[in-house]
Structures are given as structure tokens and as C-alpha cells.
């Protein structure tokens, strides 16, 4: 009896221990693969991000590659689902690009709150879920239950520059 109960204590300890280690996001970045990018400079007459109290707003971004070209076209006429998602994907790491412009330190991140993603696709494309998933799955990765957020995804006749995707974020920081 009393092994047992010493086993049960150390893998009690353990657990919590591996529990109560902090999430590293950025680690978490470069354990899959990823690099992000100097943030681009706005288009037009507004800023990537405003800060107020701990929310920080973030702009619509497009899918924004290292090189600055964008990923384009409609989905469901010149990209499919799966790129469409692949450009949501992209887009997620265009935004955490600003993100860590902002704050220095992912770690800084309570919790992603609030995603609007905007699909530039044809007049019949009902998927829009599926392609904003590409950037739902990457933000879960990175942050963990942090990154589950409440979220729209709609499609849209045009998008600035013909980007295949833009969204915007609302994320409560430390």
C-alpha cells in the first residue's frame, strides 16, 4: 500500500508539474518550422494595431509572404479550399508578425478573443469555415486553449490587391 501511494504521489507532482509549466509560444513557432517575418507597413492611412487597455486591435492582413508578395485569387475558381487554407495560415503568421511587433513577447498573449475572416471567393463558395481553419488550427498550435477564439468567417466579391484571404484579430494581453 504504501509504494502505491508513493507512486501516485510522483505522478501526481509530475503531472502538475508538466501542467503548470507556462506555454511558450514562441517556442512553440520554431518547433513547427516557423518563422515570422518583418510586419508590413500599411497601405493606406491607418496602423497595424492600437493597444487599448489589454486588448490589442489588429488590422486586416492579407496572406503575406517573406518576399511581401501576397497569395491571390478567388477560392473556388483559382484556389481550392486547401490553398485557401493554406493562405488563412499565412495570414496567421502575417498577424503574428505585427503581434510580436507589438508586444516584444508572444508569452504576453492572455488569449486570442475575437477572428473575422474574409474570403475573396466566388458568388457560390460555401466553405469559408474550412479555409479559416487554416488559421484556427495554427492559432491552437501556437497558444494552446489560449488560442481558441470566437470567430466569423464570410465570403467577400473582391479583397484589396485580389488577396485570396484578410483577417482581423482582437487579443487580450498581459
Known sequence: MKKTFTLITVLTLLTLSIIAQP???????????????????P??????AVRTGNLIFLSGHGPSKADGSLI?????????????????????????????GELGDLSKVRRVVKVLGMVNCTETYTDQPKVMNGFS?????VFGDKGKHARSAVGMYALPSNMAIEIEMIVEVE
Not at 43 to 48: F, G, I, P, R, T
Request: proline letters at 3%.
Open 43 to 48: 497601405m493606406a492611412n491607418y496602423v497595424k
Open 137 to 141: 488550427d495554427l492559432m491552437v498550435q
Open 23 to 41: 506555454f511558450d509560444p514562441e517556442k512553440r513557432l520554431n518547433e513547427l518550422g516557423i518563422e515570422l517575418m518583418t510586419p508590413t507597413k
Open 72 to 100: 491571390t485569387g478567388k477560392v473556388g475558381r483559382d484556389l481550392t479550399t486547401e490553398q485557401g487554407a493554406a493562405a488563412a495560415r499565412q495570414t496567421a503568421i502575417s498577424l503574428l508578425s505585427t503581434l510580436k
